[in-house]
């Protein structure tokens, strides 16, 4: 795509806003410190590293999908994820540029951590209140996350519509008549696990962006125009997050959303050159190594603050970080759209919990175009990737109606174990 990237500089050399080169580097091994344990090897959810017992060990770029479970669970410290900190604290610095920082769910409980808070403790507000010192303005993920399960819901209740009630109409049509199961489409390693080696389950992803590239979009079209008042141009997006797939994501070529929307919309000059919707990706330990070198500790932060109009949000948004948590959010709204009544219970615990890779359910729908006749939507949860991706993936291949709705996250646990939280004392992450 022709246009400067965040690097401010311009040509097909460029993949999104990194130098080709770079993206080879989102997760590698520094062969200095690899003793040929092997333990990565056995993390990794598509065996993306060569190696063996005794051997330096080499991340196959084409094959990785970037999730950085190798990188948390490696005993020596021998894997290193690409960093933004030097280039954020430079933009940090520049007047010019409005820097907006975007927290994931998962890292308000675990950033204090890394200064030596309890880990697993929710600390939103000093997070935020740090994010704020440091310079940015706070713009939470929760409420895109927020946005994302209205996107997913609504999808998931057109093929309801489409295949289960027969609906047709342009209203319906154009997300409807995608094929049952409907995946989650909010984890980039999934993503990309299934673009590269689940190419047959592609007409089935939702089509919803993941909460932190909604955020980027919002932020320089909606935010700008009516919270911040400035020129998208200003808006310096990072996002701040549990997952270093995440700057994959951002990378992504077609992740301009912003840019061709303000183009298109005659809000920017048709030769403005093209920008990402997020500029640089942090992950928690990025984060905690910014406020180190500021001097900034989130445990010293007021444990208070009044929400601003980019922190309002639900507490669907807030379970996203889990596994298990996107399909109890988009189970919410889709009984509400089908009912027409709010669940009795929201918590849908069924679907919840850490300690099977596979979790099934049956959810009992009354729908209301059906005049109340329960209809039960079966439900599955992929626990993380590397244990049971595939055999449930064998499953919908040999029975596409076995499953109205996957959810898969790459990590187990969801993204509170993603590749970029603080790295727990060896064998302890999950
Ligand atoms: Fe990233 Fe979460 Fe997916 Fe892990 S589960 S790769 S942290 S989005």
Not at 287 to 309: C, F, Q, S, V, Y
Request: with cysteine; net charge negative.
């Amino acid at each position: 795509l022709p246009g400067a990237n965040a690097h401010g500089e311009e040509g097909p050399a460029y993949v999104g806003n990194l130098r080709k080169g770079e993206l080879r580097g989102i997760i590698h091994i520094n062969k200095e410190n690899c003793v040929g344990c092997d333990t990565c090897r056995k993390f990794c959810p598509t065996d993306a590293i060569k190696g063996g017992l005794g051997a330096k060990h080499e991340i196959v770029d084409d094959a990785c999908v970037y999730c950085g479970q190798c990188l948390i669970a490696c005993p020596f410290n021998a894997i290193e994820q690409m960093s933004f900190v030097d280039e954020v604290e430079r933009v940090l610095d520049n007047k010019d540029r409005i820097c907006v920082a975007h927290p994931s769910p998962a890292v308000r409980v675990s950033l204090c951590e890394e200064f030596g808070g309890k880990p697993g403790e929710l600390s939103t507000e000093q997070m935020v209140n740090a994010l704020e010192r440091l310079g940015f303005v706070v713009y939470d993920c929760n409420s895109s996350a927020d946005q994302t399960i209205i996107e997913e819901g609504t999808e998931f209740v057109k093929k309801i519509q489409y295949w289960v009630l027969g609906e047709r109409g342009p209203e319906v049509d154009e997300q409807g008549k995608h094929p049952f199961p409907h995946f989650t489409s909010c984890c980039p390693a999934w993503v990309k696990n299934a673009e590269t080696y689940h190419a047959d389950m592609l007409p089935h992803l939702s089509t919803a962006k993941s909460p932190l590239q909604m955020g980027g979009t919002l932020a320089k079209t909606w935010a700008a125009k009516h919270i911040l008042k400035c020129d998208p141009r200003k808006i310096y997006f990072v996002s701040v997050t549990p997952c270093t797939a995440k700057i994959f994501e951002a990378a992504r070529p077609e992740m301009n959303t912003a840019w061709r929307y303000l183009v298109a919309n005659k809000d920017l000059p048709k030769d403005t050159p093209s920008f990402q919707d997020i500029d640089a990706s942090l992950t928690a330990r990025d984060i905690a190594e910014l406020l180190r070198r500021k001097g900034i500790n989130p445990l010293d932060m007021p444990k208070t603050r009044e929400r601003g109009p980019l922190e309002v949000y639900t507490g669907a948004g807030t379970i996203f970080g889990v596994s298990g948590g996107v399909m109890e959010a988009a189970l919410r709204t889709a009984y509400f759209a089908l009912s027409g009544e709010e669940l009795k219970n929201a918590d849908i615990e069924v679907v919840r919990g850490h300690n099977n890779a596979i979790v099934e359910a049956t959810i009992p729908v009354p729908i209301k175009a059906l005049g109340g006749k329960t209809f039960d939507v079966r439900v599955c949860v992929v626990n993380g990737a590397n244990q049971g991706l595939k055999e449930v993936l064998n499953r919908v291949r040999v029975d596409k109606n076995r499953y109205h709705f996957i959810e898969v996250m790459n990590c187990p646990g969801g993204c509170v174990n993603g590749g970029g939280q603080p790295v727990q004392p060896s064998g302890t992450a999950w």
